[in-house]
């Protein structure tokens, strides 16, 4: 079988994120007789520096983008629909805050760790978008950890440190030389840079096309 890695550089807070790994879940299903994927993820903060409870959703995008907030909720309205269609769970994405995801990406490295590391990352999406709960909340990343089965202790202890602080900085900053601005950006072995929450359909010629280049 022909072996294909891919980073995906991703937040937390972004929906699109979300989507996209849902629509590249399913093209690797589809392909998985023929190839075996590796995924590994990588942090990205779309608000590096916010702190305190969080705005609700639709004033800050509207602010964000300059648009109004029926504009915003007409997106996000766009984005439960085509959520639904690939069985993720967005249906609080209107209800939602702003937050800092800092501790949820150093979560996700500790659970990598684990061999857990997508898992959390789905986690995390869920609890956010479906359920609008403040992924900043230190009890909130615990309860994904235990509904996940791991060790709980061991994450608090993480979460009260500055366990994966260096990683998750020295994962934002490599990146960001690399000329990732915007996300998801997927990076196929290495070398091919996908950006945007791709079709299944483009994800599947995408693969194809460069395995066919590997062999």
């Known amino acids: 079988m022909n072996k294909i890695q891919i980073d995906i550089v991703s937040d937390i807070a972004c929906p699109w994120c979300a989507i996209g790994y849902a629509r590249l879940e399913r093209a690797m299903q589809q392909l998985a007789t023929e190839y075996t994927f590796t995924v590994q993820w990588h942090a990205f903060e779309l608000n590096p520096d916010h702190s305190g409870q969080g705005e609700p ?31 993720i769970n967005f249906d609080s994405i209107q209800q939602r805050r702003t937050c800092n995801t800092f501790d949820a990406h150093r979560l996700v490295k500790w659970a990598g760790e684990q061999g857990q590391q997508t898992a959390m990352k789905q986690a995390l999406f869920d609890v956010y978008f479906g359920h609008a709960l403040d992924v900043s909340d230190h009890q909130v990343l615990l309860d994904c950890v235990t509904a996940l089965g791991l060790d709980s202790v061991a994450a608090k202890q993480v979460l009260e ?17 690399a000329g990732v601005t915007s996300v998801p950006a997927f990076i196929i072995n290495g070398k091919y840079l996908v950006s945007g929450a791709q079709e299944s359909a483009a994800w599947l010629q995408t693969l194809q096309q460069v395995s066919a280049e590997l062999t």
Request: hydrophobic fraction near 35%.
């Open 57 to 87: 959703i639709l004033p800050a995008l509207a602010q964000k983008y300059g648009r109004s907030e029926a504009e915003m909720r007409d997106n996000q309205s766009h984005m439960m629909t085509i959520a639904q269609e690939l069985g």
């Open 161 to 177: 440190s500055d366990q994966y602080v260096a990683k998750v900085r020295a994962d934002e900053a490599k990146y960001q030389q």
